[in-house]
């Protein structure tokens, strides 16, 4: 059975935010290294074009990161493939003759899967307008220490810190 209750959000979302009580912040959430993702060599074009838009755009947010490349080049996949099934429902008809008469288009429903599979991802990401609405990014890229930015005195920077 899987976790119950709303994802939790991470500790840099929530510094971003503008969190300022350090009860709510958790010091010892792994941070992954800041590096950029590298593009995987076998995605097919389609999602290598979305990669490299994505990547222009949020580079200087710096919200991806090289551990995020899974989710990353699914969320691609995904993008690809709705945009490949769109065009071939565009072009094939709402109902298709099935045995004694006509039935909705399976079409209809890889277009719908592959779209669910966009926006959840996109969430994840911080892609969509909703996912980026709280978050306020500092336009020199700052960050790094935790207890520092939501301001703890220096003597208690050490203990938040774990030293």
């Not at 590298?38 to 290598?48: E, H, L």
């Not at 947010?61 to 945009?83: G, H, T």
């Not at 307008?129 to 306020?136: D, E, H, T, V």
């Amino acid at each position: 059975m899987g976790r119950r209750g709303p994802a939790k959000t991470p500790t840099g979302v929530k510094l971003a935010q503008g969190e300022t009580r350090p009860s709510r912040v958790d010091f010892l959430e792994p941070a992954p290294r800041r590096a950029a993702p590298v593009m995987p060599a076998d995605m097919d074009a389609g999602a290598k074009a979305v990669w490299k838009r994505v990547m222009a755009e949020m580079a200087t947010a710096e919200v991806i990161f090289a551990a995020d490349a899974d989710v990353l080049r699914c969320y691609c996949e995904a993008v690809s493939q709705y945009q490949s099934s769109m065009r071939t429902l565009a072009s094939s008809s709402p109902l298709v003759r099935y045995r004694d008469g006509l039935v909705k288009n399976p079409l209809h429903q890889i277009v719908r899967d592959s779209r669910d599979a966009v926006r959840l991802f996109a969430r994840e990401l911080g892609l969509s307008p909703s996912a980026r609405a709280g978050l306020n990014i500092q336009a020199d890229g700052g960050g790094g220490d935790m207890a520092a930015e939501i301001g703890l005195p220096p003597r208690l920077r050490v203990v938040a810190d774990g030293a």
